[in-house]
């Protein structure tokens, strides 16, 4: 059985988030009647990242099995008109092993943030960006990004309902930079809490307005406490914007592995 690997741009603004949810629409649940539409197969897929309601995405990455082996262009071209009208778009298909998966086989999640920064209303970029009137010093908020760079304890700067295991996580890089009036940021991370990137970009902007300073990122990091975060920023400017992915041989020793991990527990629970 085939498996296919998704490269997924869309505007987050009418849904929900990725996750397919009954209170909503989701991107997922749009896929996924592409896929039905086209191929007449009801499928669950596998997507990189969760992304929240509003959030947007350039380089999301879902996969799914198809009992046919349909050519890549075929499926793309196919989905992409079952996609409509909602603002779905796959940019990319590929035909992958079976030991990739969309979410585990990654081992790099890079997300923006656009911060348009001017005194009058947004047009166009309206629910596309964060509109911020005062004046951004884009350098200081870099120079203070990096405290968040390397390993380190992110309870401040996540959901008080995140529901990962642990909030210690690594972050490779974070940048922040001004093009003419829009303020973007930059990380990346193998993986990331809930609201982190927001909650990160947001106190950024205090010092970029020159109410806080690096050091006082560095305390709200050390403090391990949600109410040292700063105002957290709007969904509107967040994009995911790539997932990078490990050697087919590494998901194939990973795949094995599980496997053998598995049957051993079955045969422990045959045992006992």
């Known amino acids: 059985m085939p498996r296919y690997k998704f490269t997924v741009e869309y505007d987050g603004r009418p849904f929900c988030g990725w996750q397919r949810q009954a209170n909503g629409p989701s991107v997922q649940a749009v896929i996924e009647r ?5 191929s007449g197969e009801e499928v669950t897929i596998g997507g990189a990242g969760r992304t929240d309601t509003g959030v947007h995405a350039t380089g999301q990455v879902a996969h799914a099995d198809l009992e046919k082996d349909w050519s890549t262009d075929t499926v793309m071209g196919a989905m992409n008109f079952h996609c409509q009208p909602d603002p779905v778009v796959l940019l990319g298909v590929e035909k992958m092993h079976e030991g990739f998966d969309a979410r585990f086989s990654a081992i790099r999640r890079s ?10 209303p947004l047009t166009h970029e309206r629910g596309l960006a964060w509109h911020v009137k005062p004046d951004l010093d ?14 380190h304890d992110f309870t401040t700067f996540r959901h008080s309902r995140c529901q990962a295991k642990s909030p210690e996580k690594t972050l490779e ?10 303020v973007i940021a930059e990380c990346s991370s193998r993986s990331f809490l809930h609201n982190q990137v927001r909650s990160m970009v947001g106190t950024l ?14 305390d709200a990091l050390a403090a391990r406490e949600r109410k040292a975060c700063g105002p957290v920023a709007p969904a509107d400017g967040l994009y995911l914007t790539r997932v990078d ?17 598995q049957a051993a527990a079955k045969a422990a629970d045959l045992s006992s």
């Open 138 to 151: 884009a350098d200081a908020m870099h120079a203070a990004a990096q405290e968040f760079v390397g390993h």
């Open 205 to 218: 902007r205090l010092v970029g307005e020159g109410k806080w300073t690096p050091a006082d990122v560095r």
């Open 173 to 182: 890089t974070f940048t922040v930079r001004r093009e003419g009036q829009i």
């Open 245 to 261: 992915y490990r050697s087919k041989e590494a998901d194939i020793a990973a795949a094995e592995a599980w496997q053998a991990q």
């Open 111 to 120: 997300y923006r943030y656009r911060i348009f920064n001017r005194v009058p």
């Open 34 to 38: 592409a896929i039905k539409s086209f």
